[in-house]
């Protein structure tokens, strides 16, 4: 709307009124002027150009596309600017730097009178904080900006934080939780090593160990022990049935083998008898007085006799090796047992030993986070009630000073902004105080 105005007015001829209007136009083009509130440009800070020319010979305002665009101010405090080259600006107002890019121009140019230039500052150099704080480190600027507002946008004075407290309270609760479950297993591999000790030495009860016997009015410590004789009882029934049955079919096998040795006394017996009537019949038929088919009945008859003793013999052997077998399965299922109960036991001593080395860690770690919450706590409450002490540090003309400041101070760009915390009074009174006041604080987080 403002540039239709602006052309209408150049075509009526009132280039005066236009120039002064194209004037007004560039100064209030930026919402933020440098002029306006007395900023002096230095490095780090970003500006935006804009470089207008009224031609009269064209009825026209002419913009200078090449100028146009945004620019830093170098280390040494000079602008960059095309067909100018370098325009030191350090210290100067956007209006003064605008009216020195103006005068070059139309000194580079053999321009009648300068164009008009505007100058807004887009960016800032930043303000630093350093200290006490939360968040030291470099922050954008913006004037009107004081000491108070700097430390809140650094994160607000450094003081002992809640997550801390809040995290030193859940080491107490977790490390508290930690030494009590490693009690209980403790407990529980204790209970199991008097068990295996007791197989092992295959008595008939458990011997638990003093520490566990002292408080067996424990509802837990019971349940436990109970349940170790039971396991106890079972895994000892179970060998005995084993060993009961290989022992059975010993016996077994051993009277099959006695019936075996019989049948065959039985056998040699009766070879004996046939092969004294085989005797007589033969000698019967070489004197002619018996018939040869009953000599060959007799021998068929021995022959059957010996056919069945070796049977018995084999299946003896069989027997007295399957009772040999039996043997063997004896002793390993006892090797077994021994060799499994042995393991069993070095895993439960190593786990003994691995659960007091985290008991001993856990405990320390509580001890710490005991101690530690508490007086972190009441540093919390002392450095709440300390005040900041504020310093200003700031570079004029290359050479820097420090400003003793207040929360309402105002800071300029480039400023580094010093928090500091004094040191308190020692008083052993109130310290204790204080820390029986976060003791019993953290007691009821």
């Not at 440098?34 to 020319?53: F, K, N, S, T």
């Not at 006892?334 to 109960?341: G, I, P, Q, V």
């Amino acid at each position: 709307m403002f540039m239709k105005t602006l052309f209408a007015s150049l075509r009526r001829g009132r280039a005066g009124t236009a120039l002064a209007a194209l004037a007004l136009a560039c100064a209030t083009a930026a919402p933020v002027l440098a002029a306006e509130d007395g900023y002096r440009l230095g490095p780090q800070d970003r500006i935006r150009l804009r470089v207008h020319e009224w031609r009269a010979t064209q009825d026209q305002v002419f913009e200078w596309e090449a100028l146009r665009g945004e620019f830093t101010v170098g280390a040494e405090g000079n602008l960059a600017i095309p067909l100018i080259g370098e325009v030191p600006v350090a210290g100067l107002l956007a209006s003064e730097v605008a009216s020195t890019i103006g005068a070059q121009m139309r000194d580079r140019m053999g321009l009648t009178v300068p164009p008009d230039a505007s100058v807004e500052v887009v960016e800032f150099r930043p303000f630093y904080v350093a200290g006490e704080v939360t968040k030291p480190g470099p922050y954008a600027f913006r004037p009107g900006l004081t000491v108070l507002q700097a430390t809140a946008i650094a994160g607000g004075i450094l003081r002992p934080s809640d997550a801390g407290l809040m995290r030193l309270g859940k080491e107490v609760i977790a490390n508290e939780g930690e030494i009590n479950l490693l009690r209980q297993e403790r407990d529980m591999a204790l209970a199991r090593r008097a068990r295996l000790q007791a197989e092992l030495e295959t008595t008939p009860e458990i011997s638990f160990p003093d520490d566990l016997a002292r408080r067996g009015g424990d509802r837990a410590i019971i349940l436990l022990m109970q349940q170790e004789r039971l396991i106890f009882k079972a895994r000892n029934e179970a060998f005995k049935a084993q060993t009961e049955t290989l022992a059975e079919l010993k016996k077994f096998l051993e009277k099959e083998a006695e019936a075996l040795k019989a049948q065959l006394v039985t056998q040699d017996t009766q070879l004996e008898l046939v092969n004294r009537e085989l005797q007589s019949v033969s000698t019967l038929v070489e004197k002619g007085f018996a018939i040869a088919p009953r000599q060959l009945a007799l021998e068929r008859g021995v022959a059957q006799i010996q056919g069945d003793r070796l049977r018995l013999e084999t299946e003896l052997l069989r027997v007295r090796q399957e009772s040999a077998k039996t043997d063997m399965a004896i002793i390993e299922l006892r090797n077994k047992r021994a060799n499994d109960l042995s393991v069993e036991m070095r895993e439960t001593q190593a786990r003994l030993e691995q659960i007091e080395q985290k008991t001993a860690t856990s405990t320390d770690l509580l001890y710490e986070a005991e101690v530690l919450a508490p007086r972190m706590l009441a540093d919390r409450i002392r450095g709440a009630r300390l005040r900041p002490v504020y310093l200003v540090v700031r570079t004029e003309a290359g050479k820097t000073r420090e400003i003793e400041a207040n929360e309402g101070t105002p800071l300029e760009a480039g400023d580094t902004l010093k928090v500091d915390l004094p040191l308190p009074a020692p008083d052993p009174g109130g310290s204790a105080a204080l820390l029986k006041e976060a003791q019993q604080a953290i007691r009821t987080r």
